[in-house]
């Protein structure tokens, strides 16, 4: 239970993906050039989102509620809010953990963070489409695209067996992101209420 257990001290719905047709697509340039446009083109991103953990640790998913905010091209703001409020913070280098309001400083979370840093401003920014970190399986249905994730290092590898990202193709916003390590054993986000291009101030990655 590698990513639930690596990932639950500040957890990051549906799966109604699974069941639509998607299809792999033969020639994702076009796919990925459209995406790579969009989301360097979004200079900041604001969404509500819906957490679900599923896992052999508990008997029933696990859900949370939240509010994510993004600024190109390494600011993020992370927040749950529901049934624990818990809040990353991360502003370039520097990051930050608080869970009720009390800011986390152990080496030990310390060190969890960073492990999601990188992935997360690499998810946000379109980074991760220039294929260094992972290979990209592309598909499609008839109103989405759907990216599956596969991390090409060992050391990635131990805690993550892949990412799926589910793109709108009207607006090719983020509509689901989710951290898999095994079939049973993932966590899933739902974002909605997604807006772009709107004015964040820096002090959102910055204060609690």
Known sequence: MKIVSLLLVFTFVSLSYFAQDFKKISDPTACRASILKKQKATKTLTADFKETIYSSMFNTPQKANG?????????????????????????????????????????????????????????????????????????????????????KSSRMSKYIESVVLIFNKSDLLLNEMSLIEDEDEKIVYSFNNVKSNSTISDSKFQSF
């Open 67 to 151: 509010e994510l905010n993004y600024k190109q091209t390494d600011k993020i703001r992370w927040e749950h809010t529901s049934p624990t409020k818990k809040v990353m913070l991360i502003d370039g280098s520097k990051i930050k953990y608080s869970e009720n309001g009390v800011e986390i400083k152990d080496p030990s979370t310390k060190a969890v963070v960073k492990k999601i840093q990188n992935l997360m401003v690499k998810m946000l920014s379109g980074d991760f489409l220039d294929g260094k970190d992972f290979t990209i399986y592309y598909y499609e249905s008839g109103s989405e695209f759907k990216l599956k994730l596969k991390p």
